[in-house]
C-alpha cells in the first residue's frame, strides 16, 4: 500500500533519536507479542511501516475487515488495542510534522 511504502522512505529522514525509540517500541511488542500482524514482525522497518498504514486506515473495505494474521486487516483501532504504544508513537510524530512550516 501507498501508506507502507511512503513510511520506508519517511524513515529515512527521522533521526537517529527517533529510530532508537522504534527500535525499542519494536523489540517490546516482538518480546510481548504486541505485532499487529505477521508481516510486522519481519523487522523493524516492516513494523514501523505496518504501524503507520494502520494508523491511516480508519476504515477497510469489508473484504478487507477480517484480518488472516498477515498484513490485509489492519487498522487504526487495532492498533491502538494491540500496540497502543507504537500508536501514540505514530499519534504524536505525525502530530510534530503537522506543525512543520515548509
Given amino acids: 500500500a501507498l501508506a507502507h511504502e511512503t513510511t520506508h ?3 529515512k529522514f527521522l ?4 529510530d532508537d525509540e522504534i ?3 519494536y523489540k517490546n511488542a516482538i518480546e510481548n507479542d504486541f505485532t499487529i500482524d ?4 519481519l523487522n523493524v522497518n516492516e513494523y514501523f511501516a505496518q504501524g503507520v498504514e494502520a494508523y ?3 476504515y477497510k473495505p469489508h473484504s478487507n475487515l ?3 494474521g498477515t498484513h490485509g486487516g ?3 483501532y487495532k492498533l491502538l488495542t ?3 504504544d507504537l500508536y501514540y508513537f505514530i499519534d504524536n510524530l505525525f502530530k510534530k510534522l503537522k506543525s512543520i512550516e515548509i
Fill in 9 to 11: 522512505i519517511l524513515q
Fill in 15 to 18: 533521526s537517529t533519536k527517533l
Fill in 23 to 25: 527500535y525499542q517500541l
Fill in 38 to 41: 505477521n508481516y510486522s514482525t
Fill in 56 to 58: 491511516l486506515a480508519i
Fill in 66 to 68: 477480517f484480518d488472516d
Fill in 74 to 76: 489492519s487498522t487504526r
Fill in 82 to 84: 494491540w500496540d497502543p
